[in-house]
């Protein structure tokens, strides 16, 4: 089982990259923002809940995101490897997905970290608000509040996984087809069997 995490601030191009490296690698891509989206689409309980804090660009409970990570983990008992998008957000979140992966007898093999600049992202995501409904890439004000929850609570997800020695930085601007081929690169330099 090969399990990946594409980490990287809001707007690095996780979303983008993983429809790609889903396709290329058969991987199960489970994004905590897509997740929680269908639960808000859905108006369940959880989703309504979730919605107040997506809207003012904060994190929402660690307990929140673990049960359904875990749910999703229990579902795909055929998955021959995950692709975790947007997930861990939290040291809290890497220690409990390292240990959910621990009793299914495997671990991530490897963090693809992209580094993207602050401007950039903001530019991305207030495009992206543009088209995509989506309530928090509409203001300035929300897509700076979420750059500040991943300096805050967020990056050092890095240096948990850098313990291991399981960090790789790739570069997350420019051309998406060359991004997508440095991350290829990463991922086929490790034994996938
Ligand atoms: P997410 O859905 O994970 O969204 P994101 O980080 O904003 O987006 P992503 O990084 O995937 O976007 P992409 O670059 O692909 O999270 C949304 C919210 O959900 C969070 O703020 C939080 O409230 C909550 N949440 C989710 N997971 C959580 C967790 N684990 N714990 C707690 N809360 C959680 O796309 C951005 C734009 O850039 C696109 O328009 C794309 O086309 C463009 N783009 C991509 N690559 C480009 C490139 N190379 N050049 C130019 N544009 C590019």
Do not use: W
Not at 130 to 154: A, N, V
Request: hydrophobic share 35%; charged share 30%; glycine share 10%.
């Amino acid at each position: 089982m090969f399990n990946l995490i594409l980490f990287g601030p809001p707007g690095s191009g996780k979303g983008t990259q993983s429809e790609r490296l889903i396709s290329k690698y058969g991987l199960k891509h489970l994004s905590t923002g897509d997740l929680l989206r269908s639960e808000i689409a859905g108006q369940t309980p959880l989703g309504l809940a979730a919605k107040s804090f997506m809207d003012k660009g904060q994190l929402v409970p660690d307990e929140v995101v673990i049960e359904m990570i875990s749910s999703a983990l229990d579902n795909n008992p055929q998955a021959h490897g995950f692709l975790f998008d947007g997930f861990p957000r939290t040291v809290a979140q890497a220690e409990a997905l390292d240990k959910l992966l621990a009793q299914k007898g495997t671990s991530i093999a490897v963090v693809l970290a992209l580094e993207v600049n602050e401007d950039e992202l903001t530019k991305r995501l207030l495009n992206r608000g543009l088209t995509s409904g989506r309530s928090d890439d509409r203001d300035e004000g929300t897509i700076r509040s979420r750059h500040s929850e991943y300096q805050k609570k967020t990056a050092a997800v890095a240096d948990h996984y850098k313990k291991y020695g399981k960090v790789v930085f790739v570069k997350g601007e420019g051309d998406i087809d060359e991004i997508f081929q440095s991350l290829c690169k990463e991922i086929d330099l490790r034994d996938r069997a």
